[in-house]
């Protein structure tokens, strides 16, 4: 991996792997998914206190097309009171959307498109930026999970099973190794599981052997 800046990948999911539109019912329908914003009535403090920690490193934001219209939407709009300081931090940071229009238009202060050379564009970020954060982005972090193009993958992991919706590794996923890197709980049952790619291919084999 890059000795530079860091990809981390900071997505909520369910025991079954769903990520899909925790936030809000109107974040991502897509496949008429009927549990837009099943994070709210789990709220958890520890998450809160490491989604927080987080953001102390992070000194830019790499998001999807999709992501990317709903903060442009809302952080501008919020920065004071109690979220105040994450409005003015994402306000201040430079923001790069993936997307593969040519002609998108971006309105929000600080953001620029990536998306013509993907393994080029993540290279000249990590040497650029200490902590790049993709949030949420669920399908464009798939793409990143494929390609290995990341450096952290952080899980905070809610016990609540929606049986279907967009998934961190659906059906068809890229085979590979990870190395977890540390596990905690919290509080009401959340997990927060971070891992780092590892190289090579996946091996079988047979217990007892």
């Given at each position: 991996?890059?000795?530079?800046?860091?990809?981390?990948?900071?997505?909520?999911?369910?025991?079954?792997?769903?990520?899909?539109?925790?936030?809000?019912?109107?974040?991502?329908?897509?496949?008429?998914?009927?549990?837009?914003?099943?994070?709210?009535?789990?709220?958890?403090?520890?998450?809160?206190?490491?989604?927080?920690?987080?953001?102390?490193?992070?000194?830019?934001?790499?998001l999807?097309?999709?992501?990317?219209?709903?903060?442009?939407?809302?952080?501008?709009?919020?920065?004071?009171?109690?979220?105040?300081?994450?409005?003015?931090?994402?306000?201040?940071?430079?923001?790069?959307?993936?997307?593969?229009?040519?002609d998108?238009?971006?309105?929000?202060?600080?953001?620029?498109?990536?998306?013509a050379?993907?393994?080029?564009?993540?290279?000249?970020?990590?040497?650029r930026?200490?902590?790049?954060?993709?949030?949420?982005?669920?399908?464009?972090?798939?793409?990143?999970?494929?390609?290995?193009?990341?450096?952290?993958?952080?899980?905070?992991?809610?016990?609540?099973?929606?049986?279907?919706?967009?998934?961190?590794?659906?059906?068809?996923?890229?085979?590979?190794?990870?190395?977890?890197?540390?596990?905690?709980?919290?509080?009401?049952?959340?997990?927060?599981?971070?891992?780092?790619?590892?190289?090579?291919?996946?091996?079988?084999?047979?217990?007892?052997?």
């Amino acid at each position: 991996m890059s000795t530079d800046g860091r990809i981390i990948i900071d997505l909520f999911t369910t025991l079954d792997g769903v990520a899909q539109a925790p936030g809000g019912p109107e974040e991502d329908a897509s496949g008429a998914f009927p549990f837009g914003g099943w994070q709210a009535p789990l709220e958890s403090e520890a998450v809160g206190r490491s989604v927080a920690e987080g953001m102390e490193t992070l000194d830019a934001l790499l998001l999807g097309r999709r992501t990317y219209d709903i903060f442009a939407g809302y952080w501008p709009q919020h920065t004071t009171g109690p979220e105040g300081w994450i409005g003015r931090l994402f306000d201040r940071v430079p923001k790069y959307v993936a997307s593969r229009d040519a002609d998108i238009r971006l309105g929000w202060q600080g953001s620029s498109r990536v998306g013509a050379d993907l393994a080029s564009e993540i290279a000249a970020l990590r040497s650029r930026h200490r902590d790049v954060h993709v949030i949420g982005s669920i399908d464009f972090a798939q793409t990143l999970l494929a390609q290995k193009l990341y450096d952290e993958l952080q899980l905070w992991v809610y016990p609540v099973v929606l049986g279907q919706g967009k998934k961190v590794f659906p059906d068809g996923a890229v085979p590979s190794n990870m190395k977890l890197l540390s596990a905690s709980s919290g509080d009401g049952g959340t997990l927060l599981l971070r891992y780092a790619p590892l190289p090579g291919d996946v091996q079988t084999g047979t217990m007892g052997s």
